[in-house]
């Protein structure tokens, strides 16, 4: 071989090593950021896991917010509540068949609660079992000014993104009274407490997501937490409790619905949202450019050795 075909190829190696370097270096850039938006994930959505931060770091409002698992507990099923054509109706008269999930909203929440009946409705799509037949889906709302009107435009647009209207008798949008409220929540060791809107007016709620599992007793069988259900999990919570069977606790992190800080005129958890969203909008822009530089790399390190062996030849 001679001293220019030499030449070339170390200058080929010299080439492929740093553009290896930096795209090794890219791809540390890209782990940063996917940990810190994955860490900005926890710290919006598992308040309730341990923090490492300051003592103060959550607020104080939180405190008398969260779910307490209740599992075995018999729901009051004497208690009446408003279901969404304006009748008055026990709650005992949707148990005694088949088991419920029962989820505990508010229908003019701001951010939370759509996204837990939202995963809630995706979650259904790909079960097996059939609401009214198989099991029934009830809605309390924990506002007691909500109208039934509200909770009938409610179960018209989950019933639309559920895609069967054939279903309408398994789901229940429910309104209901300050004590019976109070009853209920108690019961499923839901909690919550009032908080200033943006017009100061205690207008909204901070409170914790979950779903429950109800046997056709009435009993609580299973909590699911935060606003994501498995398909797989809920299928087998609604097997288990057509039996009467009582699931175990699950672990307790807890997703916050808490809109408005009225010390800081601020939308925290929604600028949070927005910060995630932008770090992993990074992390996918870093790992296509990555993509690109390996590509490029190899067609032209490629290149560049086929030249060195050409001339090493001659």
Known sequence: MGAKGTDEMHKAETIR????????????????????????????????????????????????????????????????????????????????????ILALVYYQCPM???????????????????????????????????????????????????????????????????????????????????????DGRLTQFAHASAIQIVTPEGKLAQYYMGVEYSPKDLLLGLDEASSNRIGSPVDNILTYCYHYDPHTNTHSLIIARVVQLGGLLTVLLLGGFMALMFRRDYKQGHTVGVDAHAHAKR
């Open 17 to 100: 090593k740093s553009r290896l370097g930096a795209a090794a270096a890219a791809a540390a850039i890209v782990l940063c950021l996917a940990c810190a938006a994955s860490t900005a994930f926890g710290q919006v959505s598992s308040y309730g896991d341990k923090s490492e931060g300051p003592a103060n770091s959550q607020p104080s409002v939180l405190g008398g917010v969260g779910v307490d698992q209740h599992l075995n507990t018999q729901l009051p099923l004497n208690l009446t509540f408003t279901d969404d054509m304006g009748k008055v109706v026990p709650l005992g008269s949707y148990f005694g068949k088949r088991p419920a």
């Open 112 to 198: 939370l609660c759509s996204e837990e009946l939202n995963g809630l409705t995706s979650a259904l799509q790909m079960v097996r079992f059939v609401p009214g037949k198989d099991f029934d889906v009830i809605v309390v709302s924990i506002d007691p000014t909500e109208s039934t009107d509200l909770a009938a435009a409610k179960k018209r647009t989950y019933l639309t993104r559920y895609g069967h209207p054939e279903t309408a008798n398994g789901w229940h949008f429910m309104t209901g009274t300050q004590a019976n409220i109070d009853a209920l929540t108690r019961a499923v060791g839901f909690r919550y407490v009032k908080i200033p809107g943006p």
